[in-house]
T-cell receptor
Framework: AQKVTQAQTEISVVEKEDVTLDCVYE???????LFWYKQPPSGELVFLIR??????QNEISGRYSWNFQKSTSSFNFTITASQVVDSAVYFC???????????FGQGTTLQVKP | NAGVTQTPKFRVLKTGQSMTLLCAQD?????MYWYRQDPGMGLRLIHY???????AKGEVPDGYNVSRLKKQNFLLGLESAAPSQTSVYFC??????????????FGEGSRLTVL
């Protein structure tokens, strides 16, 4: 079975705080892809990152960083020095190379207060 | 490039009516997906397609049908709309994951209300 769990429904931080969004996944595939997407209040879905199951290197892009750990089936997302513009719903997603199915977690709503 | 285009953007239906949502992509993508987004439920996969002429069920397929007769188009049909199908529907497409660094491209969403 394929499943993505984002246990944090809502997170509220004050600007400049660091925040980590958790993502735990389940899959029987050996080859799969993980994604993070951002959905700002305007509603569109913005691609942030894609990672394949063979690449466990952590990635940093500006204030964003991702920690992929296959041992714990987790793909966590950290925003350093958060800003008000980071306020959005963030989705983690899992693609199965076996079936082509791509499913999303329930999303985490991040509110960054000034 | 238009990317992924969904039509219509808004629609109000009465219970029992039928309608079709059209998703068109101009990027020659193999994979196409239909999701629905409801408050607190995230994006749930309805149906998807891994290539022209193929379709498969997602997490919540009941009450919906799909067709992919042409590679660029993925149609989502509601044969007899129910109030529980009130939602925002997103279409997405992506290239072959194995040969590209592809991402999932989303349409702007279609807001459907069933009275």
């Amino acid at each position: 079975a394929q499943k993505v769990t984002q246990a944090q429904t809502e997170i509220s931080v004050v600007e400049k705080e660091d925040v980590t969004l958790d993502c735990v996944y389940e899959t029987r595939d050996t080859t799969y892809y993980l994604f993070w997407y951002k959905q700002p209040p305007s509603g569109e879905l913005v691609f942030l990152i894609r990672r394949n199951s063979f690449d466990e290197q952590n990635e940093i892009s500006g204030r964003y960083s991702w920690n992929f750990q296959k041992s714990t089936s987790s793909f966590n997302f950290t925003i350093t020095a958060s800003q008000v513009v980071d306020s959005a719903v963030y989705f983690c997603a899992l693609h199965s190379s076996n079936t082509g199915k791509l499913i999303f977690g329930q999303g985490t709503t991040l509110q960054v207060k000034p | 490039n238009a990317g992924v285009t969904q039509t219509p953007k808004f629609r109000v239906l009465k219970t029992g009516q039928s309608m079709t949502l059209l998703c068109a992509q101009d990027m020659n993508h193999e994979y196409m997906y239909w999701y629905r987004q409801d408050p607190g439920m995230g994006l749930r996969l309805i149906h998807y397609s891994v290539g022209e002429g193929t379709t498969a069920k997602g997490e919540v397929p009941d009450g919906y049908n799909v067709s992919r007769l042409k590679k660029q188009n993925f149609l989502l049909g509601l044969e007899s709309a129910a109030p529980s199908q009130t939602s925002v529907y997103f279409c997405a497409s992506s290239p072959d994951y194995f040969t590209t660094t592809g991402e999932l491209f989303f349409g702007e969403g279609s807001r459907l209300t069933v009275l």
